[in-house]
């Protein structure tokens, strides 16, 4: 059973920044791409960025410049860097793994 935790989530002000983490239980052999989408209040999933096994980045346009996401070397944690946060990125962000396995969600409200 692949299991995908997400962490560091929480009240973020405008301008702000945060951290997510996710930890994976996969094996380095079984990952090709891993990724961060997010879900607004009424609103459907969408990406925020992916990164592959190779190391290849892709960020949706809106986060470009101000998210990074980044790995570590064993390849069993995926790091999502927020900088300058705005309100309307308030969501619930999924951790996914080669396009089929989720985390639980955790919850960046952004907002004074």
């Known amino acids: 059973q692949v299991q995908l935790v997400e962490s560091g989530g929480g009240l973020v002000q405008p301008g702000g920044s945060l951290r997510l983490s996710c930890a994976t239980s996969?094996?380095?052999?079984?990952?090709?791409?891993m990724g961060w989408y997010r879900q607004a209040p009424e609103k459907q999933r969408v990406l925020v960025a992916t990164?592959?096994?190779?190391?290849?980045?892709n960020y949706a346009d809106s986060v470009k410049g101000r998210f990074t996401i980044f790995r570590n070397n064993a390849w069993n944690t995926i790091y999502l860097q927020m900088n300058s946060l705005k309100p309307e990125e308030t969501a619930v962000y999924y951790c996914?793994?080669?396009?089929?396995?989720w985390g639980q969600g955790i919850q960046v409200p952004v907002s004074s």
């Open positions: 996914n793994s080669n396009d089929y396995y």
């Open positions: 996969q094996s380095i052999f079984d990952i090709y791409l």
């Open positions: 990164i592959s096994k190779g190391g290849t980045t």
